[in-house]
């Protein structure tokens, strides 16, 4: 059984929720909740909880096309169960989507 990592590095991070480092950056800045830890050489390292709300915050400006800063931090305060539900339901439907692309190929 694999074990979780409690801390991610910004490359895993990148790799993990599909941004570039630019953008996790201004996202830092302009959503109070993801603030990852800095070590003393700036090296940020991201929780399991950061990269969910990273990946809610993307969900919320691809999928839903809410693109305010001030609205996706709305949406998150207050529709945070539905956001999820939402969000996942997706991510199912894109690996579903993702494993007939590749079952197609072998017919």
Same mark, same amino acid.
């Given at each position: 059984?694999? @074990?979780? +990592?409690?801390?991610? /590095?910004?490359?895993?991070?990148? #790799?993990?929720? $599909?941004?570039?480092? @630019?953008?996790?950056?201004?996202?830092?800045?302009?959503?109070?909740?993801? /603030?990852?830890? +800095? *070590?003393?050489? $700036?090296?940020?390292?991201?929780? /399991? /909880? *950061?990269? *969910?709300?990273? +990946?809610? =915050?993307?969900?919320?400006?691809?999928?839903?096309?809410?693109?305010?800063? %001030?609205?996706?931090? %709305?949406?998150?305060?207050?529709? +945070?169960?539905?956001t *999820?539900?939402? %969000?996942r339901?997706?991510?199912?439907?894109q690996? &579903?989507?993702? #494993?007939? &692309?590749? =079952?197609?190929?072998? =017919?």
């Amino acid at each position: 059984m694999e @074990s979780e +990592k409690i801390y991610y /590095s910004m490359t895993e991070a990148q #790799e993990m929720t $599909g941004l570039p480092a @630019s953008t996790l950056r201004y996202w830092e800045r302009h959503f109070e909740q993801l /603030s990852p830890r +800095k *070590d003393g050489h $700036g090296n940020r390292y991201y929780t /399991s /909880s *950061d990269i *969910d709300l990273i +990946k809610q =915050i993307r969900y919320l400006r691809d999928e839903m096309h809410i693109t305010r800063i %001030q609205a996706i931090r %709305q949406e998150l305060k207050n529709g +945070k169960r539905e956001t *999820d539900f939402r %969000q996942r339901a997706a991510e199912i439907l894109q690996r &579903v989507r993702a #494993e007939l &692309v590749e =079952i197609r190929r072998y =017919i």
